[in-house]
C-alpha cells in the first residue's frame, strides 16, 4: 500500500486523528460504563474518575504525549490520576573493525532500551515519572521524585495490568478482560498473571515453561522469550515450540506491585535488573545511506517471570484467541478497520444518552436532528481583540457523531476562526461542579456576574432578548422552530432551543405562547406557572426543569423555564425533604439539611 493509498483511506474514513493511545484510553471508559451499565452516570463518572493509568513512552515524545492529554481533557480521565514515565532513547552502534569493538553512531535513530525497562521504572525513584497538578483552571505537568509504585502504593492500588499500546483488542472490550483479571484475583499467591494465546504462526519467543533451577533444584514456571534463545544450549526449546506451535505470551501481563516491590527491590534500594541483550537484525534495523545494520541493546518484560522467588500463573482463555497487533505496514488496513469500528463503538456509545421525553414526546430527538442540521447554534455581532466581526456559538457534532460545544468568530475579511474554551467536569461529594467557558461568549453576557443577589434586568417592555414582538430580529422566537409544544391546562408551552446550552445533550427554554397577549410578562412565576410545570414534570423522564428569577441568575427577562438533559443524580435529589403544602394533588415541601434554600414540587 502506497502513502498516497494510505492517506486516501484515512481521510474516506475521517481517521488522521486516530492515534494508539487514545484509542486505547477511549476504548478503557467506554468499557468501564459498560461495565457498570445498571449505575447512574454520577456513579459511572465517579469510578471513571478513580482510575489510575501509567502511559509509558520514549523520552522523544514526552512533550507531544503531555500536550495531547491537555488538549484533549485527559480523554475523560481525572488527571490527577495520570502519570507519564518517560523512557531513554539510544543511538545504534556499528561494530568496530576488531572483534568486541562498537563505535557510536551519532547519524543512526534513537530507539528506547525495550519493553523491560518499561517495567523496571515502575521501581526506581525519581525515574523521569511524570504527573499533573491544577494551576489556575490548567493541569499543568510536574516532574516526581517518587517511583510509580509508591505513588500507587498510596493511592491504595493492590493490582495493575500492563498492555501494550500496539495490541489491536485494546481498542475493543478486551481492554478490560474480566475473566483474565478474575483469575488473577483468585490466584492470591501469585504476583505475576501471563495471558497466552494461540500460535498458529508458530511464533518463536514468549514460551511459558516450567523448569528446573540449576543451582536450588527448585520447579520454576516462566517465561523465555525468543532473545534469551539464541545460543547453541537452549534454542531447541523454542524450536520444539515454534514447530509444535505452543500458546505464547500476550503481554496483557497483571502485576501485584506491593508483592513484587519486596521481591524485586534490594537491601541498598536498587533494583534487581533484567538481562541486557544486543540486538543485531539485518532484516529490522533501521538503515540510513551507507549505515549498514546496527546493534541496538534490548530488555524484555518477560524476564521478569525469571526472578526467583516470583511467583507466575498463566492462562489461555480459548484456543482461538490469537494475538492482534499493529507492527508491520500489512497490519496497515487491519489496524485502520480496527480504529473505524472503535469510531462507530464510541459513537454508538456517545449517542445512546438516555432521551429526553416530555410529555411523550421524544425531545433529544428534535435536538440531535437541530445539531445535525447546524440549527443549535446562534450567530451575532461581536468584537473580538478589538476586531468588528460576528460570533457564532452552540453544539455541532463532531468527526465521530458526539455532540461538542464549539465557537466560531467571522472576521471582516473572511477569515474563520476557531474560539477556545475551557469546559470541565468535577465531582465533590455529591456535588456537580461545571465549568462551561462558552457560556461566557453568549450574547448578553457583557460583565463578570458576582456571587449573591444579581443586578436588576433591563423592564420587559423596553428590552426583550426573545424579541417576542419583534419578528423582524433574527434572534426572535418568532423565527425559532420549536421541539416540541405541549398544551397544558389550556396554555400552551413550547420548548425552544436555548442560545447558550449548559448540557450538548440537551438544554432548552420552556416559554408559554408569545401569541397569547396575556404570555407577554417578565421573568416572574405565577401560581399557574408552577402548576402548569409540574404537570409537564410528572409525565417527562430524563429531564431537568429550573426557574432562574431575576435575581438569580436569569438574563433574559421574559417569563421562561430551563429544561436541561437530565443524565446523572445531582445532590438537591439526594437531600431531605419536609412538607410544608397540599395544594390539590401537588405536594409542596423545603429541603432538609441542604445548603441552599429550595422547593420542591411534586
Request: hydrophobic share 35%; glycine share 6%.
Amino acid at each position: 500500500m502506497s502513502i498516497q493509498d494510505m492517506r486516501k483511506y484515512m481521510e474516506d474514513n475521517d481517521l488522521f486523528d486516530a492515534g494508539m493511545g487514545p484509542n486505547q484510553i477511549m476504548a478503557y471508559i467506554k468499557r468501564i460504563r459498560e461495565i457498570f451499565e445498571g449505575l447512574s452516570d454520577s456513579e459511572k463518572e465517579k469510578i471513571i474518575s478513580k482510575q489510575k493509568i501509567v502511559i509509558h513512552v520514549n523520552a522523544g515524545i514526552l512533550n507531544r504525549v503531555i500536550k495531547d492529554l491537555q488538549e484533549n481533557s485527559f480523554y475523560g480521565l481525572n488527571p490527577d490520576n495520570v502519570f507519564i514515565v518517560a523512557s531513554r532513547t539510544i543511538h545504534g552502534f556499528k561494530f568496530g573493525e576488531t572483534i568486541g569493538e562498537f563505535m557510536l553512531d551519532l547519524n543512526s535513530t534513537r530507539l528506547p532500551f525495550g519493553h523491560g525497562e518499561a517495567f523496571e521504572q515502575l521501581f526506581k525513584e525519581n525515574e523521569r515519572v511524570y504527573g499533573f497538578r491544577e494551576e489556575g483552571n490548567k493541569w499543568v505537568s510536574y516532574k516526581e521524585q517518587r517511583s510509580v509504585v509508591s505513588i500507587l502504593e498510596e493511592k491504595k492500588v493492590e493490582i495493575t495490568s500492563e498492555q501494550r499500546i500496539n495490541n489491536l483488542k485494546m481498542w475493543s472490550d478486551e481492554v478490560i478482560d474480566l475473566d483474565s483479571l478474575s483469575f488473577f484475583i483468585a490466584n492470591h499467591d501469585a504476583d505475576i498473571a501471563v495471558k497466552l494465546v494461540a500460535n498458529p504462526g508458530k511464533q518463536k519467543g514468549g514460551t511459558y515453561i516450567l523448569y528446573r533451577d540449576p543451582n536450588t533444584g527448585e520447579l520454576k514456571l516462566c517465561l523465555i522469550e525468543g532473545v534469551a534463545t539464541k545460543g547453541d544450549n537452549i534454542k531447541h526449546i523454542q524450536e520444539v515450540g515454534s514447530q509444535q506451535g505452543w500458546p505464547y505470551n500476550e503481554m496483557a501481563t497483571y502485576y501485584r506491585l506491593s508483592k513484587l516491590k519486596a521481591k524485586l527491590i534490594n537491601s541498598d534500594e536498587s533494583i534487581k535488573k533484567l538481562p541486557r541483550y544486543l540486538k543485531y537484525d539485518t532484516k529490522d534495523a533501521p538503515f540510513y545511506a551507507g549505515a549498514g545494520a546496527l546493534v541496538y541493546t534490548d530488555a524484555v518484560t518477560g524476564d521478569n517471570t525469571q526472578f526467583r522467588g516470583v511467583e507466575v500463573i498463566a492462562h489461555q482463555k480459548n484456543s482461538d484467541d490469537t494475538i492482534n497487533d499493529f507492527k508491520e505496514m500489512k497490519d496497515f488496513v487491519p489496524g485502520l478497520n480496527a480504529a473505524i469500528m472503535l469510531k462507530k463503538s464510541l459513537a454508538s456509545n456517545a449517542t445512546a444518552v438516555a432521551p429526553m421525553v416530555m410529555m411523550g414526546q421524544d425531545v433529544t430527538k428534535e435536538w440531535l436532528k437541530a445539531v445535525e442540521k447546524g440549527e443549535a447554534s446562534v450567530r451575532f455581532d461581536r468584537e473580538i481583540k478589538g476586531v468588528a466581526g460576528q460570533l457564532e456559538i452552540g453544539v455541532r457534532l463532531n468527526s465521530s457523531d458526539q455532540t461538542e460545544f464549539y465557537a466560531k468568530f467571522y472576521s471582516p475579511d473572511g477569515k474563520v476562526q476557531d474560539i477556545e474554551a475551557d469546559v470541565d467536569k468535577k465531582y465533590i461529594g455529591d456535588f456537580i461542579a461545571m465549568l462551561n467557558g462558552f457560556r461566557a461568549l453568549r450574547p448578553g453576557v457583557s460583565v463578570e456576574r458576582k456571587i449573591g443577589r444579581q443586578s436588576d434586568l433591563p423592564p420587559h417592555e423596553a428590552r426583550c432578548q426573545f424579541a417576542c414582538q419583534e419578528s423582524s430580529k433574527p434572534q426572535s422566537l418568532w423565527n425559532n422552530t420549536p421541539l416540541a409544544e405541549f398544551n397544558i391546562n389550556g396554555t400552551i408551552w413550547r420548548a425552544y432551543k436555548n442560545a447558550s446550552p449548559i448540557d450538548k445533550d440537551g438544554h432548552f427554554v420552556l416559554v408559554p405562547d408569545i401569541s397569547d397577549r396575556a404570555q407577554i410578562r417578565s421573568q416572574k412565576a405565577i401560581e399557574k406557572d408552577i402548576f402548569d410545570i409540574t404537570a409537564i414534570a410528572h409525565e417527562s423522564e430524563n429531564v431537568m426543569i429550573a426557574f432562574n428569577s431575576e435575581h438569580a441568575g436569569a438574563s433574559v427577562n421574559h417569563i421562561h423555564f430551563q429544561v436541561i438533559h437530565h443524565g446523572e443524580t445531582i445532590a438537591i435529589e439526594k437531600a431531605g425533604k419536609e412538607t410544608k403544602y397540599r395544594h390539590g394533588d401537588t405536594v409542596i415541601s423545603s429541603l432538609v439539611g441542604y445548603p441552599a434554600k429550595a422547593w420542591v414540587f411534586e
